[in-house]
Nanobody, 127 residues
């Protein structure tokens, strides 16, 4: 049974940093596309960052230069380092996993639809 468990969320002031973690089990981590998504109250879920099995990554414009996605295959753990946080980054953050049929699919949000998701970790940024 696949499980994704996020941690590391919290409350910070604008300009601060947080590091989210996503511990995965029940899957061969190194064969999966991984991604971070977020959803703010009253808004649709949006993608944040993606990482392919080989380590290549992509970011949405609104986090480029501030967030870094990474993973440790030995620990089956995905990370999201978030720097220079803004109030608009406030949201529930989710990690997601999908088997990597080909690398480009890892960068498409729809790849993760109906795949594996964690329960989320709340990030709140105050001004």
């Amino acid at each position: 049974q696949v499980q994704l468990v996020e941690s590391g969320g919290g409350s910070v002031q604008a300009g601060g940093s947080l590091r989210l973690s996503c511990a995965a089990s029940g899957l061969t981590f190194s064969l999966y596309c991984m991604a971070w998504f977020r959803q703010a109250p009253g808004k649709e879920r949006e993608a944040v960052a993606f990482i392919a099995p080989g380590g290549s990554d992509r970011y949405r414009d609104y986090v480029t230069g501030r967030f870094t996605i990474s993973k440790d295959n030995a620990k089956n753990t995905l990370y999201l380092q978030m720097n220079s946080l803004k109030p608009e980054d406030t949201a529930m953050y989710y990690c997601a996993a999908a088997f990597a049929h080909y690398e480009y699919s890892c960068y498409l949000p729809t790849t993760y639809d109906s795949k594996y998701w964690g329960q989320g970790t709340q990030v709140t940024v105050s001004s």
